[in-house]
């Protein structure tokens, strides 16, 4: 077992809500350095919201959090990049009308020696980048507007970056939503990658097969809680989509957020 001084990302009771709805209701969990935990839930279950917690662009209503094993006080997105925290968002937080290049660059710019954006430097480095992951198609260029770009070829670069410059915390959310079997193989490929350097890597899918591919654990969230904890060896891939199963239909009978629910508070945030 991985030694607790490898600690990476640990939440203590975390809680959030938006206006009514509690979204994250008491999260406890903890992901070291060299393992690939997978987050497991419904639709609506705190996946997401969680993520934005990890990284600063949501401030939770409660609990505690450490990342490095400190205590985060006043957590934001660039404090989060500056603790070695890369995350792929599952609404991609790419600039539509920016450059491939100028995307993954992103907040950690190349510049020239008076100080103005080095886009050449930027989309030399931008190309590697690309070719090392292995996605690239005939319309993506460094210098490609992101806009034109296919969901999949987005994912790609998000998920380019994100390998590139993660050190300590990879979270991948629903990377493989969109993707072709190609690009699917490339992303479980290095995410595998990242946790055999010592990367703590946090993964969240609904496809219960990747999850499995390249999953140590599997921590079930339903309705904001962290439901059950498996590690691979306690579980089949059978046993856990299963379990998925049943804790989906057991959610959706007790009184979990409707469709009608979720879409107004969803509208709401909009
Ligand atoms: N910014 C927001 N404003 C209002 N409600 C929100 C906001 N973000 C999330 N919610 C609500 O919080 C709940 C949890 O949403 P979240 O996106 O974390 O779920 P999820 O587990 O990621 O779901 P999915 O599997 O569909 O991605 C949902 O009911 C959602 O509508
Ligand atoms: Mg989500």
Redesign the pocket.
């Known amino acids: 077992m991985v030694a607790s001084g490898n600690r990476v990302l640990e939440l203590d009771g975390i809680t959030k809500s ?2 009514g ?1 509690r ?2 209701d008491g999260a406890s969990f903890h992901v070291d350095g060299g393992e690939v935990v997978c987050l497991l ?10 993520v934005k917690i990890i990284t600063g662009v949501h401030t939770p209503d409660s609990g505690q959090m450490s990342i490095n094993g400190e205590l985060i006080k006043r957590w934001n997105p660039a404090r989060a990049r500056d603790a070695g925290v890369q995350t792929v968002f ?1 609404d991609r937080s790419l600039a539509g009308r920016q450059t491939v290049a100028r995307n993954i660059f992103m907040g950690r710019e190349l510049t020239t020696r008076f100080g103005l954006i080095d886009d050449k430097r930027q989309e030399a480095e931008a190309e590697a980048l690309l070719r090392g992951v292995g996605f690239t198609s005939k319309a993506l260029s460094a210098r490609s507007e992101v806009l034109n770009l296919s969901g999949g070829e987005r994912q790609g670069i998000a998920i380019a970056r994100a390998m590139h410059f993660a050190a300590r915390l990879l979270i991948l ?2 990377p493989t939503e969109s993707m072709s079997l190609t690009q699917i193989r490339l992303t479980l490929g290095f995410t595998r990658a990242a946790r055999d350097r010592g990367i703590a890597v946090l993964l ?1 899918s ?1 496809n219960i097969a990747d999850a499995y591919a390249v999953g140590d654990r599997f921590l079930v ?1 339903d309705r ?1 809680r962290v439901l059950e904890t498996f590690h691979k060896s306690e579980i089949s891939e059978g046993e856990l989509v299963r379990f998925m199963e049943h804790a989906n239909a057991d959610s959706a009978g007790t009184g979990s ?1 409707t469709t009608s ?2 879409q107004t ?2 509208e ?2 909009a």
Do not use: W, Y
Request: glycine share 18%.
């Open positions: 938006f206006g709805v979204a994250v839930g419904d639709n609506g279950a705190g996946k997401s919201t969680l599952q959310d629903e969240i609904h969230l904001g957020r629910e979720r508070t969803q709401s945030s």
